[in-house]
């Protein structure tokens, strides 16, 4: 088995048990090196906020118009519907059609990038439904647990 020799971590001492770190597993390291992890990081940011995942499963049909994205997306804000699909725009998620009409008419849709997070996103939904009473029970018992309370 090939090895490489790397640079102990900063606070770690090098000893004969660590030095020697087989490559397979420097390259298995080095895909979470620190840039990969900001752009997971970056995407998961964007798929994981408040509302983007809400407006990419109400695009799930098909085009939108914004009033009714609006309406389909509850408690979100003018100003935050406008941002977030922004956001999704630029992230490529999503595209813009504008209608010339008076008023212009604005429809949005998904994009095959957007499409193709449909899938996770509605198994990550179905996970929290299917969990959502022992992640609540999980949270009363550890809030009794930091109150000091017996259970």
Known sequence: METVDTLP???????????DVPAQALS???????????TVTEVLAR????????IVMSLADGPVRFNALRRAVDGISQRMLTRTLRALERDGLVSRMVTPSIPPRVDYALTPLG???????????DWAVTHRETIASARERFDREQRGEAA
Do not use: F, Y
């Open 28 to 38: 298995r390291i080095q895909a979470h090196a620190p840039s990969a992890c900001r």
């Open 47 to 54: 798929v994981g906020d408040k509302w983007s995942m809400q």
């Open 115 to 125: 499409e193709s997070l449909r899938r996770p996103v509605g198994l990550l939904g």
């Open 9 to 19: 971590q900063e606070g770690t001492l090098l000893s004969t048990g660590n030095s």
